[in-house]
């Protein structure tokens, strides 16, 4: 039996990487933890990190490469879990070609029993390939939202059908007193983390989490971030926030 790789991100349970490597797009992109891990796994020797491209751009092993013969795995996944489609890349980079794109839903179509988790920092090519692809319910599609310059991203996936649409404000780099929620099923906030983390302010996401409990808006608050992930705890004023849309499976913080 093929195992999914479990993963310690608190709202989800586990990873498929179909695709590997990004490149820069936004400050979001400054401190990204899947450039130094593909460093990491290169030096190892995994296949899927010796893809170099251009330094410049994509940083050794990180250069954006599809796997065909990752793309049919959760075929074999016999139990039912929360999948997060691309952690150590991005499904609608303009260098993942549609057809691609194409075979990855395939795929979730065919196994309901799986919920799988998408995130894009590319709202624009994301918005304009969407009609291409049968949306099943199983799917659920989310922008990366880091500060108030991109919150011009959440225009683009309310054109999207998926069945949950969702906001990851993660790293949360500055305040978003404007973000309008309208259309969104689910908001993700947390700090940066590792040696370089940039600090959150406190009232960046006391002001998510009220739009979200203003609006109905079901609110994760994932860390505070810092040197490690779990350097700065989980609550917020005093709470731990584990909403998630409405699912039989809610996955276990840790």
Known sequence: MAMADHSAIEWTEATWNPTTGCDRISTGCDNCYALTLAKRLKAMGSAKY???????????????????????????????????VNSMSDLFHARVPTSFIHEVFDVMAATPQHTYQI????????????????????????VSVEDAGQLARLDHLRQVPAAVRFVSAEPLLGPVPTIDL????????????????????PDWARTVRDRCVDDGVPFFFKQWGGRTPKAGGRTLDGCIWN????????????
């Open 50 to 84: 010796q893809n170099d491209g251009d330094p410049r751009t994509s940083g050794p092993g990180f250069a954006v490469t599809v796997h065909p013969d990752a793309v049919r795995l959760p075929l074999r996944w016999q139990q039912p879990r929360m999948v997060f």
């Open 119 to 142: 995130l894009t920092k590319r709202a624009a090519r994301l918005a304009k390939v969407a009609h291409l692809f049968d949306w099943p319910d199983n799917v659920w599609m989310g």
């Open 182 to 201: 309208t259309g969104m099923h689910w908001v993700i906030v947390g700090g940066e983390s590792g040696p370089s983390a940039r600090p959150m302010a």
């Open 243 to 254: 909403e998630m849309p409405a699912t039989d499976r809610v996955p276990v913080a840790v």
